[in-house]
C-alpha cells in the first residue's frame, strides 16, 4: 500500500500526537534521534579537506534506516518534522542525505513551536528547505568538539588518569565550579555587628523595630564586640527623633515568560529537579500527553529556546483568559513585551502553554505528580507575565540619635511594604523568588506583615530595646546545577540545547559531585583536571574565549560566516596550543617527502635508546615516515613535531636540514626544538640529554651501601638498590643523567649520608642542601633508646589481618631495627608508630612508667578494672577485659556468637 506523504519526526510520542491532526493518507514514523554522526573509534574528521566530517550510522540508525527507506520509497512527498533547532535541522539533512537515493519522492522541511492542531496545519501548509545555515552551525560544533576531545584527552590519559576526557564546554563548567570551590577555601571571615532598636513614639503609639543603616553618614561597619558595645554604651542613654518620613507607591513589572535557562533554575530552586529531570518531563509536556477524549496534546511550546517572544494569539487569548478569572483590572492596556537577550532566535518563543484555558486544575487527572508541578510552574509563570504589574507602599521611617555624649552619628530606619494591588502576583508570587536563586528577589519590595505608625517628623521615640548581633561575612555559595546554568548563561558558555547535557556530563564524568543542599563540588580528580588543562591549555579553556567560540556559532547559523573557514581559524591556533605546530595548512605529502629525503642515507644516526619499556630508534622513525609517505597518508601533527625535532637535533651534522624546515615555513618550531636539545636542564626534557655535572664521584660514594629493603606503597615498589642501578648502569653506558635523575641520586646520598664516606665534601661539591645540627643527633639518640626498648619485648601478639593488609608488630619492630643499622636514623612517622607499639607492650618493658616522662612516650592505656561475677548485658555470660588496637575494651566471652563490646562497664554487669 502506498502512503502520499511520509513524515518523519525523532520520537514516538511526538509521532503519536502529531498523527492525530494528519489524513489517513500520511504516515508518521520516528527516526529516533540522530541517525548519522561521527565515528566512536577515530577522529573521523578529514582536516586537510577543510575538515570534511565522514558520518557513519549510529547504532540507533543502522536500526531505524530499513524501515525509513521501505516508507520512503512508497512516498509520494516525504516531510521532515524534526526539532525546530539545530539539532533538529541537522537530523532533517542527514535523513535527506540518507534517503535522497530511495526513490523520487520530493522532500519538504516542516517546522512548529507547538503540538497542537492550528500548528501543525500551518506548519504543513507552509512547508520549506531546509536551513543549510543551521546545519552548518551544528556541524561546526561537532567538529569542534570532536576536534577538542580527540586531541586533548589523550594528554589527560597520560599526566591525569587513563579514561579521563575533555570536553570543550564541559570543561569550562568544571572550571567555573573548581574557581567557585577555591574561592570558597580562601575566604576569610570578616566579623561585623548589626543593630536592631525597638523604638516607642512620645507621648504613645505603637512599637515598631528599626535598624542602624547609617553611622556617620556611610554603611555602618563595627568590626568588633568592643566597638559595638562602645556605641551602644552611647545610644542606650540617647535621645531619639524622627528625622524623616515618607509613603512611596511603587510598582513591578511581571517577570517575562521562561526561557530554557530560567525554566531549569526555577524548576531547581523550587522544584528541586535536576536540568536533566527538567528537560525530561518538559519534552513529555510537549510532544504530548493524553487529555482523556480530546486525545494526545502537546500542552507546552518548544522547551530548547532563548527568547521571550510570545506568538500574538496566544496573548491575546491569554489577556482573554485573564479578564475573565481575575477582572479586567488585572490586564495591562496593552499587551507586555520583553526583550531577549543578543544571541536569542527571535523566530523561537517562549516556553508557555500551549492553550491557557487549560488550567492546571483542568489537567491534572491525566499528568503524573512531576508533569503536573511542572506544568503548573510554566502556565503561572506565563499567564502572570500577560498580567498587570503589582503595585506597592513602602512606608519608611527614619530615627536619628541625639544627645550631649553622642560621639557619631547614628540612624535608624524602619520599612514596611503593603501590598496595593496584586497584580500579577496573584498567580506568580510566592514562586517568583525561584529563578534568582539564593539571591532572592531584588528587583521590588518584599511584603512585611507589620505595619508601621504614621508619625511627623520631629516625633520624639524612646529607646525600648537595642539589640546587637555579631556577625561574620560568608564565602559564595556553591553552584547548584540551576545556579551554574545561570552562571554559563551569563558567561555565554552554552546554549538552551546543551546546558543540561553540559551539566550533567561533568556529574557523570566524576568531576562534581554533589553535596548537602545538592550543591555541587569538585571531586579529587575533577581539580586534577581543570588544574591540567587550565595550565597546559589556559587559551582553549578560557571562559571568554568559549564564548566567542558560541558567538561565532551564531554567526553561522545566521549566514554570516562559513563554518569551514571558522574551523579553519580556530584549528591554527588548537594545533599551536595542542603540539606547538605553528599556524598554517599542514604540508601535503610531496612536500613531506622532500623534506624527508634531506636526511642522507649515508647519516650516521645516534644509537637507539631504551626507556621504560621502548626503544626510541631515529632511524627506524624517519624510514617509517618515509614509508607512510609513499603509501599516501599524510603525517599527523606529532608525527610533525617530532620529526622537526629530529632535524634540529641533526642540524649539526646536516646543515640542509634547516633549510628544509625552512621550506616547510615551520622554522619557529625548529627553533624551539634546537634550544631544548642543546638545554635540557633549563627545560626540563628535551631528545638527548647534554651531560651535567659529573655524577661518577657521587655514584663511586654510594657503591658500598647496605641498601634498605624493597618497599610496596600502592601498586608500586620503591628499590633503592635496583633505582640505583638503573642510574650507575645508564652512566657507565655514556649517556648522562637527567637533571630529574640527579636530584633523586642526590636525595639518596642525604638518605643514607652515614654510610657515605665524606659526605660534607660531596654534600658541597654537588650544593647539597642538608642541615647536620644537634637536631639530627638528638632525633638519632632518641631513636636509638627507644629501639633498645624492643630487647624487653618477648611476647608479641599474633599477625593480625585486615582487609589485604597483614600487621604483624614484629616484623615492624625489626624493619626498623635494620633501618636504623644501614641509616642511622628513622622519619618522624616511624619514631610515632614506633612509640604507640612500645605503649601496647608497656607491661614487658622495666621502668616504662618512668620513661613516659624521659623520652616523652605516651603512657599505656589504664588497666580496665573487673569486678568479679561481672555478665554480659545482652546474653549474661561472664565478661572479659579485651585489648584491641592498644585499648582495652570489656567484651563477652562468647565471642563472636555475642558480639557485646563497651568500653565502660554496664550498669546492669556491675
Known sequence: MKNPKLVIVESPAKARTINRFLGSDARVLASMGHVRDLPERNLGVEIGKRFQPRYVLTPNGKRVIKELKAAAEKAEIVYLATDPDREGEAIAWHLREILKTTGAAPFRRVTFHEITRRAIEGAFGHAGDIDTSKVDAQQARRVLDRLVGYQVSPLLWKRIKPGTSAGRVQSVALRLVCEREREIQDFKPREYWNFEAIFEPLPQGPAFKARLVELDGAKPAVPNAATAEAIAAELEPATFAVAATSKKQKTKRPPPPFITSTLQQAAGNLLRLSTRRTMRIAQQLYEGIELGTEGAVGLITYMRTDSVAVAREAQTMARTFIGKEFGPEF?????????????????????????????????????????????????????????????????????????????????????????????????????????????????????????????????????????????????????????????????????????????????ERGYVEKKEKSRLAPTPLGFSVNDFL????????????????????????????????????????????????????????????????????????????????????????????????????????????????????????????????????????????????????????????????????????????????????????????????????????GRPLTPAQLEALKKLAVRYRNQVPDFDQLATQYGIEHREGPSDEQAANRARKLLGLL????????????????????????????????????????????????????????????????????????????????????????????????????????????????????????
Open 534 to 733: 587550565v595550565s597546559r591549555l589556559p587559551d582553549l579553556f578560557d571562559v571568554g574565549f568559549t564564548a566567542r567560540m558560541e558567538s561565532r556559532l551564531d554567526e553561522i547559523e545566521e549566514g554570516k560566516l562559513d563554518w569551514q573557514e571558522m574551523l579553519r581559524e580556530f584549528y591554527d591556533n588548537f594545533r599551536e596550543w595542542v603540539t606547538g605546530l605553528p599556524p598554517g595548512e599542514r604540508p601535503d605529502n610531496e612536500r613531506a617527502a622532500a623534506f624527508l629525503a634531506a636526511f642522507p642515507e649515508d647519516l650516521e644516526w645516534d644509537p637507539p635508546v631504551k626507556r621504560g619499556k621502548r626503544v626510541f630508534d631515529d632511524r627506524r622513525f624517519i624510514d617509517s615516515l618515509r614509508s607512510q609517505v609513499e603509501n599516501g597518508k599524510s603525517l599527523s601533527d606529532k608525527q610533525w613535531a617530532a620529526a622537526v625535532a629530529l632535524a634540529a637535533r641533526y642540524a649539526d651534522r646536516v646543515p640542509k636540514l634547516r633549510e628544509a624546515v625552512e621550506k616547510l615555513g615551520m622554522l619557529d618550531l625548529f627553533k624551539k626544538a634546537e634550544a631544548r636539545s642543546q638545554a635540557p636542564a633549563a627545560e626540563g626534557q628535551g631528545g638527548r640529554n647534554v651531560p651535567g655535572p659529573d655524577a661518577v664521584p657521587l655514584l663511586t660514594a654510594l657503591a658500598n651501601v647496605q641498601w634498605a629493603d624493597p618497599v610496596k606503597r600502592g601498586k608500586r615498589v620503591y628499590d633503592d638498590a635496583a633505582f640505583f642501578n638503573s642510574l650507575r648502569e645508564r652512566v657507565e653506558q
Open 791 to 910: 630487647e624487653h619485648i618477648k611476647e608479641w601478639a599474633p599477625a593480625v589481618k585486615r582487609g589485604r593488609r597483614q600487621y604483624d608488630d614484629r616484623q615492624f619492630a625489626e624493619s626498623l631495627q635494620r633501618q636504623f643499622q644501614r641509616t642511622g636514623s628513622l622519619s618522624e612517622r616511624q619514631v610515632q608508630a614506633l612509640e604507640k607499639l612500645l605503649a601496647r607492650y608497656a607491661s614487658q618493658v622495666p621502668g616504662y612508667a618512668e620513661k613516659v616522662q624521659a623520652l616523652g612516650l605516651p603512657a599505656p592505656p589504664p588497666e580496665l578494672p573487673l569486678p568479679e561475677g561481672a555478665t554480659c548485658p545482652e546474653c549474661s555470660a561472664p565478661l572479659v577485659v579485651r585489648k584491641a588496637r592498644g585499648r582495652s575494651f570489656y567484651g563477652c566471652s562468647t565471642f563472636p556468637n555475642c558480639r557485646f563490646a563497651a568500653s565502660a562497664l554496664p550498669a546492669k554487669a556491675e
Open 331 to 507: 490586564v495591562p492596556p496593552k499587551p507586555n513585551v520583553f526583550r531577549s537577550g543578543k544571541s536569542a532566535q527571535e523566530a523561537h518563543e517562549a516556553i508557555r502553554p500551549t492553550d491557557v484555558n487549560r488550567t492546571p486544575e483542568k489537567v491534572a487527572p491525566y499528568l503524573d505528580a512531576s508533569q503536573l508541578r511542572l506544568y503548573r510552574l510554566i502556565w503561572s509563570r506565563f499567564t502572570a507575565s500577560q498580567m498587570a504589574p503589582a503595585r506597592f507602599l513602602e512606608h519608611v521611617i527614619d530615627v536619628r540619635a541625639g544627645g550631649p555624649g553622642l560621639s557619631h552619628d547614628c540612624l535608624f530606619r524602619a520599612t514596611a511594604v503593603s501590598v496595593v494591588f496584586p497584580g500579577y502576583r496573584k498567580v506568580f508570587g510566592a514562586a517568583e523568588k525561584g529563578e534568582a536563586g539564593d539571591n532572592g528577589n531584588k528587583n521590588g519590595p518584599s511584603q512585611t506583615g507589620n505595619p508601621l505608625p504614621d508619625l511627623a517628623e520631629g516625633t520624639d521615640c524612646r529607646l525600648v530595646e537595642l539589640n546587637r548581633e555579631q556577625c561574620f561575612t560568608e564565602p559564595p555559595k556553591r553552584f547548584t546545577e540551576a545556579l551554574l546554568v545561570r552562571e554559563l548563561e551569563r558567561n555565554g558558555v552554552g546554549r538552551p540545547s546543551t546546558y543540561a547535557t553540559i551539566v550533567n556530563t561533568i556529574q
